[in-house]
Nanobody
Framework: VQLQASGGGLVQAGGSLRLSCVAS????????VGWYRQAPGKQRELVAS???????NYADSVKGRFTISRDNAKSTMYLHMTSLKPEDTAVYYC??????????????WGWGTQVTVSS
């Protein structure tokens, strides 16, 4: 299973972006999807996730501004980002956890897409 993230770019503060992450491969089931980000000099942090057990979760810093969603028919997850702030600048990574067609568990990350918010 592989993930391809896209949609990053340069945007002014207050603007919006939508990140996409397309999954390819034989997926039997999905247990969790998520978006993480890593800013220069900082650790990777959770931005938003959806798990079967806990539902949807957001980092406090993005609540009310970001929305995670999925389109199962397109094997795609999204991160809708609004009211962007300079502190949202980071490389954003998508993550998918589940079982493939052989029922083997996988935990897959995309390459990342750069989001830069100018003040």
């Amino acid at each position: 299973v592989q993930l391809q993230a896209s949609g990053g770019g340069l945007v002014q503060a207050g603007g919006s972006l939508r990140l996409s992450c397309v999954a390819s491969g034989s997926i039997f089931s999905i247990n969790a999807v998520g978006w993480y980000r890593q800013a220069p000099g900082k650790q990777r942090e959770l931005v938003a996730s959806f798990t079967k057990s806990d539902g949807t979760n957001y980092a406090d810093s993005v609540k009310g501004r970001f929305t995670i969603s999925r389109d199962n028919a397109k094997s795609t997850m999204y991160l809708h980002m609004t009211s962007l702030k300079p502190e949202d600048t980071a490389v954003y990574y998508c993550m998918l956890r589940g079982q493939d067609s052989t029922l083997r568990a996988f935990d897959t990350w995309g390459w990342g897409t750069q989001v830069t918010v100018s003040s």
